[in-house]
């Protein structure tokens, strides 16, 4: 499984980006898909998760409500629509798939992405 990520991008705090994460593989269907994401001099954490069948969806505490993510399984694609976004929201963002289910311990993911940088203003 290869995993692209795409939408990254410079904004202003209170704006909403959508980061799309495109997946090639013959059993992307099986897999739960996730977001971590990591700023500069930050250890790597745990955004959001989900289930193979788009259900199951996990959220980081400070990101309920501002959040949401989703599959299209059609489309190989996940997304992670970020609305209300803060300077402390700054990181590089990386897509995950695992087949252990909605997880959010990084290390029961087996293929990352190679990220996308997303900057807040203030």
């Known amino acids: 499984v290869k995993l692209v990520e795409s939408g990254g991008a410079l904004v202003q705090a209170g704006d909403s980006l959508r980061l799309s994460c495109a997946a090639t593989g013959p059993t992307f269907g099986n897999f739960a898909m996730g977001w971590f994401r990591q700023a500069p001099g930050k250890e790597r954490e745990f955004v959001a998760a989900l289930a193979w069948n788009g259900g199951n969806i996990r959220l980081q505490d400070s990101v309920k409500g501002r959040y949401t993510m989703s599959r299209d399984t059609t489309k190989d694609t996940v997304y992670l629509q970020m609305n209300d976004l803060k300077p402390e929201d700054t990181a590089v963002y990386y897509c995950?798939?695992?087949?252990?289910?909605?997880?959010?311990?990084?290390?029961?993911?087996?293929?990352w992405g190679q990220g996308t940088q997303v900057t807040v203003s203030s």
């Open positions: 995950v798939a695992g087949r252990l289910g909605a997880s959010s311990l990084s290390y029961e993911y087996n293929y």
